[in-house]
């Protein structure tokens, strides 16, 4: 699976909307750009994937670039229970990627109440 | 929603003891996981499974086995308990093999005294 790049961390008021980026400027036409989220002492959870329109459903939304390098979860309004660290990923539908996850470091987002 | 069940949150063992950890999903997936996550380390793959009595090995097999008797049910088996077995064991399942939303159990912590 292709690489992606996340800032190690960020910062959000509570209420106030959180926009995630996310870089992969190496992504293939066949890779879902999928997120995840980790809280703490908990496994990681599904949050959205989409492979070229934007994305929305009841946890977020999901902006993808118009040339796939990129993408932005978009959180509306940030909770305390949204404190977490996030993941992007790239899964490739097509059948010629790894089972394996990786995860990489991901963001941390800390919610200032 | 996808139900992704570990059967224990935080088991402590001693060295040398038999351990089962038991997951069980309730969406009818052919392809479930076991991982471990380590601070620093991310994710690694033990074991998956495919389909009932099917298993493949991962990238740390060792000093583990697993068992899936029935497609809802997939077993991690750490034969002899350990100390950097100490952990936490992540049970996964997905409709697919490759490229799919991977649906995540709340994780296992296992401590080996």
């Known amino acids: 699976d292709a690489k992606t790049t996340q800032p190690n961390s960020m910062e959000s008021n509570e209420e106030e909307p959180v926009h995630l980026p996310c870089n992969h400027s190496?992504?293939?036409?066949?890779?879902?750009i999928h997120w995840y989220r980790q809280l703490p002492s908990q496994g990681p959870e599904y949050v959205i994937h989409?492979?070229?329109s934007n994305v929305n459903n009841r946890m977020a939304s999901l902006a993808i670039a118009e040339d796939r390098k990129s993408s932005t979860l978009i959180l509306h309004r940030a909770t305390l229970r949204d404190a977490a660290v996030y993941y992007c990923?790239?899964?490739?539908?097509?059948?010629?990627?790894?089972?394996?996850?990786?995860f990489g470091k991901g963001t941390k987002l800390s919610v200032i109440p | 929603d996808v139900k992704v069940t570990q059967s224990s949150r935080y088991l402590v063992k001693r060295t040398g003891e038999k351990v089962f950890l038991e997951c069980v999903q309730d969406?009818?997936?052919?392809?479930m996981f076991w991982y471990r996550q380590d601070p620093g380390l991310g994710l690694r793959l033990i074991y998956f499974?495919?389909?009932?009595?099917?298993?493949e090995k991962g990238d740390i097999p060792e000093g583990y086995s697993v068992s899936r008797e029935k497609k809802e049910r997939f077993s991690l088996i750490l034969e002899s308990a350990s100390t950097n077995q100490t952990s936490m064991y992540l049970c996964?399942?997905?409709?697919?093999?490759?490229?799919?939303?991977?649906?995540f159990g709340e994780g296992s912590w296992l401590t080996v005294v």
């Open positions: 996964a399942s997905s409709l697919y093999i490759r490229g799919n939303t991977i649906y």
């Open positions: 190496t992504i293939s036409g066949t890779d879902y």
């Open positions: 989409g492979l070229t």
């Open positions: 990923i790239l899964r490739d539908l097509s059948g010629a990627g790894s089972y394996q996850l990786t």
């Open positions: 969406m009818d997936h052919e392809n």
């Open positions: 499974s495919y389909d009932v009595k099917m298993k």
